[in-house]
Nanobody, 118 residues
Framework: QVQLVESGGGLVQAGGSLRLSCAAS????????MGWYRQAPGNQRELVAAITSGGSTNYADSVKGRFTISRDNAKNTVYLQMNSLKPEDTAVYYC????????????WGQGTQVTVSS
């Protein structure tokens, strides 16, 4: 079965940093695009950062310059380094894996809470 296991969420003060990890199993990790999404209460789920199987990255304008997505294919893990955190970053963060790009259907992690206090 496919499993995406996230870690690294928590409570941090504005201006601080967190690193999220998502460890995947049950997929050929290197052939999947990986993405981080977030959803705050009352809001739609939005794409935060994406990385293709070839290593190309894209970011939402709201996090550009602050967040970095990376992958380690040997560990079947994708990371999201979050710096200069703002209260507006508070949300549940989800990991997604998709073979044909993140616009296609894929597999989701369980979500991990990130709370940034002001």
């Amino acid at each position: 079965q496919v499993q995406l296991v996230e870690s690294g969420g928590g409570l941090v003060q504005a201006g601080g940093s967190l690193r999220l990890s998502c460890a995947a199993s049950g997929i050929i990790f290197s052939m999947n695009a990986m993405g981080w999404y977030r959803q705050a209460p009352g809001n739609q789920r939005e794409l935060v950062a994406a990385i293709t199987s070839g290593g190309s990255t894209n970011y939402a304008d709201s996090v550009k310059g602050r967040f970095t997505i990376s992958r380690d294919n040997a560990k079947n893990t994708v990371y999201l380094q979050m710096n200069s955190l703002k209260p507006e970053d508070t949300a549940v963060y989800y990991c997604k894996a998709a073979r044909y790009g993140l616009t296609s259907n894929g597999h989701w992690g369980q979500g991990t809470q990130v709370t940034v206090s002001s």
